[in-house]
């Protein structure tokens, strides 16, 4: 994170601190839209000074666009061994540089070069679910099966693996606390472990709503200094756990997509922690946008509801004070697609 992103993550806690009840704290405002794509695209990331968005498609395209004047800045196929798959999360590093790519039925990970497109490095690590980039060093960590993958970003290559993390679970989902000191996981059994970083021993773990066994968390996040985790998952409902209290320690209603595609399965990074940790940004209720919940008092608020039917894949940049979304064209979840790009205002106190 640079410095420029860290003064604004404060300046956004300060502003919605208290804002618990009265007008709404967040509003946003689209500055981009990208209509009439064929392809269908499935995920989506955005650089973090919010100045270039990303689209991964089910063909295996990736496709930068600059933002807000939406041309297209590179499209470069992805096709690692050669056998063409889908796109299933897309991330930015904190400083901007690369892009990680990764897929349920992938072989490999691929990182790319944000400013060019160029391939900077394919790793074989296979049925890849989430990612995560440190904050401040050059590691990635990546969650492919039952098995947490070290990736250093100097040498592009695997340096370590912890396998069978989740005892036998699939890992779904990994995050970083903001402070870099904690690595948290996330199993297809409700399981959420903490890690100490770098040396991965087990800090704590939390076992979450029964729901969540069923529903295969997609997003984690944590708060700065990890005491704090929120968890979605395909049916969309938002569970917040207290990792000091080692207990859930609230859940947050949501609704499935449209009723023709009924699964939330490709919101990756669509949680984010303010920078005080009471105030999480998570999809709106029927993924029509975006909201802000107040963790300790329990309350949400609508930040921006679209006009399509629902958004299907979502990518914050707090330190740009920015949210992208991809919107299908029906409640199937069908084209042609759309990429929105909105910038937040927050209300201060």
């Known amino acids: 994170m640079t410095l420029r992103s860290c003064a604004l993550a404060v300046a956004v806690a300060l502003s919605l601190a208290g804002c618990s009840d009265g007008p709404l704290p967040v509003t946003a405002t689209r500055v981009l839209e990208v209509a009439g794509l064929r392809a269908v695209v499935n995920a989506v990331a955005l650089s973090p000074d919010g100045s270039l968005v990303v689209v991964g498609d089910m063909d295996g395209d990736l496709i930068a666009r600059e933002v807000p004047a939406g041309a297209e800045r590179w499209k470069v196929p992805v096709h690692p061994r050669g056998a063409a798959r889908s796109i299933d999360g897309v991330a930015f590093s904190p400083d901007g540089s690369l892009l990680a790519t990764i897929g349920h039925g992938a072989r490999t990970v691929e990182l790319w070069e944000a400013a060019t497109g160029r391939q900077a490095a394919v790793l074989s690590i296979g049925q890849s679910r989430?990612?995560?980039?440190?904050?401040?060093?050059?590691?990635?960590v990546v969650v492919g099966g039952?098995?947490?993958?070290?990736?250093?970003?100097?040498?592009?290559?695997?340096?370590?693996?912890?396998?069978?993390?989740?005892?036998?679970?699939?890992?779904?989902?990994?995050?970083?606390?903001?402070?870099?000191?904690?690595?948290?996981?996330?199993?297809?059994?409700?399981?959420?472990?903490?890690?100490?970083?770098?040396?991965?021993t087990l800090r704590g773990s939390v076992s979450m709503a029964s729901s969540l066994e069923a529903m295969a968390p997609v997003s984690l996040a944590l708060n700065r200094d990890g005491t704090r985790a929120a968890a979605n998952g395909i049916l969309g409902q938002v569970h917040v756990m207290s990792v000091v209290k080692e207990r859930e320690e609230r859940t947050f209603a949501n609704t499935a997509q449209a009723?023709?595609?009924?699964?939330?399965?490709?919101?990756?990074y669509s949680l984010a922690f303010t920078e005080d940790g009471d105030w999480l940004f998570a999809p709106d209720t029927h993924d029509r946008g975006l909201r802000i919940l107040h963790v300790p008092g329990g309350k949400g608020f609508s930040v921006l509801r679209g006009e399509g039917p629902f958004y299907k894949a979502m990518a914050l940049a707090l330190g740009a004070s920015m949210v992208a979304l991809l919107r299908p064209g029906?409640?199937?979840?069908?084209?042609p697609y759309g990429v929105e790009v909105w910038r937040l205002t927050y209300r201060a106190k």
Not at 259 to 268: A, N, Q, T, V
């Open 130 to 140: 989430g990612s995560a980039f440190h904050p401040t060093e050059r590691v990635l």
């Open 146 to 200: 039952t098995t947490i993958h070290l990736v250093d970003l100097e040498r592009g290559e695997l340096v370590r693996t912890l396998p069978n993390a989740h005892q036998g679970d699939r890992i779904d989902a990994v995050a970083f606390s903001g402070d870099g000191r904690v690595l948290a996981t996330t199993s297809d059994g409700g399981g959420l472990k903490l890690w100490n970083w770098p040396a991965l």
């Open 259 to 268: 009723p023709g595609h009924g699964l939330h399965g490709e919101m990756r």
């Open 330 to 335: 029906d409640t199937e979840g069908r084209g």
